[in-house]
């Protein structure tokens, strides 16, 4: 199960929200909030640049077992209850996908011993 918790804190006009999000599963879990702020969502930014997790205002991240990650974003509109919804939720695929012709280039080469090609008069 993945749990989202989630605080916010209104300062000087503009709403903070801070949340937790913890998957309790036994498999990485990629987890999509959105905001429901009435309003612009501000994503955390570094030298100028949005934090690749956002796009608008939905964040989507992979959350390992048993670990927790810390989510933020600010608006300048009055918070609602809830500040967040789960959109999505789905395990993390651990496997990939390949073609016939690279699976084929990575077996080994084979051929079969001389005893087996050879027969008896």
């Known amino acids: 199960m993945v749990e989202v918790d989630w605080e916010t804190d209104r300062r000087e006009g503009v709403t903070f ?47 390992e077992p048993g670990r927790r990650r810390g989510v933020g974003f600010a608006s300048p509109v009055a918070p609602t209850e809830p500040p967040l919804e789960v959109l999505e939720v789905s395990r993390v695929s651990d496997t990939t996908t390949a073609t016939s012709n690279e699976v084929l280039a990575e077996l080994d080469g084979w051929a079969p011993t001389p005893d087996v090609l050879t027969r008896d008069p």
């Open 17 to 63: 929200v801070t949340a937790v999000v913890a998957n309790t599963r036994t498999t990485p879990q990629t987890v999509r909030l959105e905001s429901q702020l009435d309003g612009p969502t501000w994503p955390p930014r570094r030298n100028g640049v949005t934090a690749p997790e956002w796009d608008g205002d939905v964040w989507e991240g992979t959350v």
